[in-house]
């Protein structure tokens, strides 16, 4: 009798977590933003973000590599990092030095100047530098084509031929006019009350661009930089820093998705985590729940033609790629 009355107990309680799960999973979530221009429509093709710039088509986070991103090959967001200046402008460069961009350091080889920074007092970082003292360098200086040459190293007016570091504010007024759909994906990489400056100097930028206030999202790693964000600038959409993106991925994994309370516009992901194992983040549930908030699902960075032709299957908004050249051949395919 007792044993029976256990195993009905047990039933019970696995009904009651069954109907829970089924119930948390029906009830649809409150949407993480109400508009979001990052999420494509049903059916559509994913949009083509050209990491910075398309690095691997042209000299990175250069305004030559972004005009021909966005003229030519008609990529529909540009992506780069953003730091702060001595003086304070904000401009696109990957790393926190510019050393392996540009000809900083006379005519050395790309191997020589890796080797000297592997000493960091020896580099040279943007927040020392003002911005009249990048601008003299040539930030195509190292770029190889697909040949191997170096075609830019020897240009003599780096200002015409678009080759010097570009700022934020530079960029928005180029494609104001001529491209007004154009879209944006930004991370201030400064922290502390750089990172604080950074996020009013961008904000005060976009009020002289304001159709391009609801065409960029803006991530970082800082903490107390997405609070900033988050508490004075609501107005501009937020990527997913690492600690909120894994969250939100461990909450649809284990199918509790009601109760993550995160308020990013996208989530930007790699293709798997490495955590003493690797974590595979390619999951078209995780699309379709990231959907049901509004949140826009993008991944970088994808230089594989297969692992294009995957994520174009599953549905995803935004691929990031270093070669917008070959998504968009690609993409074509597809239409």
Known sequence: MKKHRGLKIFGCILAFIAVFFIVINVIEPKDNVENNPFVVKKGELPMIAAHRGGSDNYPENTILAYREAVVELGVDIIESDLYLTKDGYLVYNHDSYIDETCNVNGDISLDEVEELCKDKSKRHYISDMTLAELQQYNFG????????????????????????????????????????????????????????????????????????????????????????????????????PIGTAAKFVLTQYLGVNLFNKSDFACLQIPMSYELGVEIPLVSKGLVKRAHRRNIAVQYWTINDPDDMRMLIEMGVDCIMTDDPKLLKEILEEYK
Do not use: W
């Open 141 to 240: 200086y190292y770029f190889e084509d697909e040949n191997d040459e170096r075609i830019y190293k020897d240009v003599e007016d780096v200002g015409e031929a678009g080759l010097q570091i570009a700022t934020a504010d530079q960029l928005f007024e180029l494609f104001y006019e001529s491209h007004p759909e154009l879209m944006f994906i930004v991370e201030i990489k400064n922290g502390g009350e750089d990172g604080v400056r950074a996020c009013k100097i961008l904000s005060d930028t976009l009020d002289n661009y304001p159709e391009y206030k609801d065409q960029i999202v803006i991530g970082t790693f800082n903490d107390e930089i997405e609070l900033e964000l988050k508490n004075n600038y609501p107005h501009l959409l937020r990527g997913a």
